[in-house]
Nanobody
């Protein structure tokens, strides 16, 4: 059974960096699109960044461009989200997701993903 779990969250100050990890078990991330979503209190879960199935294209939402970087280490079966220059509005629970049927046109759609990890809380506050 495929499962994944996010880790690496915490309390940081504005301008700090964090790296989130998402480790898979039961199956590899190969042939899956992978993505990070986040959900702030009272808000819907929204797309942050993703990699398509071939691993050849990376997408991210405008608010994190230039600050957040998604990457995948297939040898470790782990997806990362490097977050730099964190802002208070980045505060949220972050989730990793994977899906074998996700295509580039629906990479940002949470309903396209079959597998979701347990989230990790990121709090950015001074």
């Amino acid at each position: 059974r495929f499962s994944c779990r996010a880790s690496g969250g915490g309390l940081v100050q504005p301008g700090d960096s964090l790296r989130l990890s998402c480790a898979a078990s039961g199956r590899t991330f190969r042939s899956h699109a992978v993505a990070w979503f986040r959900q702030a209190p009272g808000m819907e879960r929204s797309f942050v960044a993703g990699i398509n199935r071939s691993g050849g294209k990376i997408y991210s939402t405008d608010s994190v461009k230039g600050r957040f970087t998604i990457s995948i280490d297939n040898a470790r079966n782990t997806v990362y989200l490097q977050m730099n220059s964190l802002r208070p509005e980045d505060t949220a629970v972050y989730y990793c997701a994977a899906g074998p049927s996700v295509i580039s046109s629906n990479l940002a759609s949470r309903t396209a993903y079959a597998y979701w990890g347990v989230g990790t809380l990121v709090t950015v506050s001074s």
